[in-house]
């Protein structure tokens, strides 16, 4: 396999594994008495992402890979493997709520959305692993768009909790 493919099958094993954990969690707090928020643009949202990741397949998979670009990439997951043990059990792709005082330590110590800001940057830096520029382009509008909708939901629903 060249190394556009294993970067390739590497991302779509991480977000099923990742999806995975977001049902279980999901399941086990809405079993604890959270409460879901936003759940109309959640469709909107995954179907954005698998499409970037369609779009990775399509028109990267046969490209070569850039290896600083995939330096940031490792760094990344690096920031995500924080964000993923400081939620913990919290950790879910909907926005789920449980009435008890919001997570405040590791990355959310230092800015409210640090998995929305993850996921910004690894739109643009996977994508330019493959030399896609229009397509980080492209999805980090898309992107911008649905964290708009989605920001103002999440904000909405931890307003109380603040």
Do not use: C
Not at 75 to 90: E, K, Y
């Amino acid at each position: 396999m060249t190394p556009a493919l294993w970067f390739l099958v590497f991302i779509i094993a991480q977000r099923l594994s990742e999806l995975v954990i977001a049902k279980r969690n999901t399941t086990r707090l809405l079993a604890q008495g959270a409460t879901e928020h936003g759940a109309a643009h959640y469709p909107a949202m995954v179907a954005m992402h698998s499409a970037w990741i369609v779009a990775l397949v399509v028109f990267g998979w046969n490209n070569p890979v850039s290896w600083p670009w995939l330096a940031v990439f490792a760094v990344l997951q690096v920031f995500r493997l924080w964000i993923l043990v400081t939620l913990g059990p919290r950790w879910t792709t909907r926005i789920i709520v449980l009435p008890e005082p919001l997570v405040a330590r590791g990355p959310f110590r230092f800015m409210h959305h640090p998995n929305y800001a993850l996921v910004v940057a690894e739109i643009i830096v996977a994508s330019m692993v493959l030399g896609l520029v229009w397509v980080a382009a492209l999805w980090t509008v898309l992107n911008a768009a649905m964290l708009w909708v989605r920001i103002r939901a999440e904000d909405r629903a931890l307003a109380p909790l603040r």
